[in-house]
Nanobody
Framework: VQLAESGGGSVQSGESLKLSCVVSGISADTFRRSCTAWFRQSPVRERDYVATIVSGESIDYAQSVKGRFTISQDNANNILSLEMNNLKPEDTATYYC????????????????????WGQGTQVTVSS
């Protein structure tokens, strides 16, 4: 299973970015039934949870991004997306997409231990 993120960049505070993650090596049905998520990590913090889609239906967000970020997925093409609006300097981080099997992630979808597969990350920098 391979995950490839794209869409990162440098923006000003208040601007928007959309991240994408193409997942290969699993079927569309497996992708739909999995937990798919975004995490982020800055040099001074551990890898933090951002948002997840559980089994293609339930959506959850970290409080820090709720109302500003929108997670979505294209089940036909195995693509996970994160639309980020009203970006703030504290959103600066490397963003990672992740996929986890339901048996592993349903009870811990906010933890990085719930996910088996990770992308290499894409950098987002927000300046004030």
């Amino acid at each position: 299973v391979q995950l490839a993120e794209s869409g990162g960049g440098s923006v000003q505070s208040g601007e928007s970015l959309k991240l994408s993650c193409v997942v290969s090596g699993i079927s569309a049905d497996t992708f739909r039934r999995s937990c798919t998520a975004w995490f982020r990590q800055s040099p001074v913090r551990e890898r933090d949870y951002v948002a997840t889609i559980v089994s293609g239906e339930s959506i959850d967000y970290a409080q820090s991004v709720k109302g500003r970020f929108t997670i979505s997925q294209d089940n036909a093409n195995n693509i996970l997306s994160l639309e980020m609006n009203n970006l703030k300097p504290e959103d600066t981080a490397t963003y990672y997409c992740a996929v986890g099997a339901p048996s592993r992630c349903l009870e811990r979808f906010r933890s990085n231990t719930g996910y088996s597969y990770w992308g290499q990350g894409t950098q987002v920098t927000v300046s004030s």
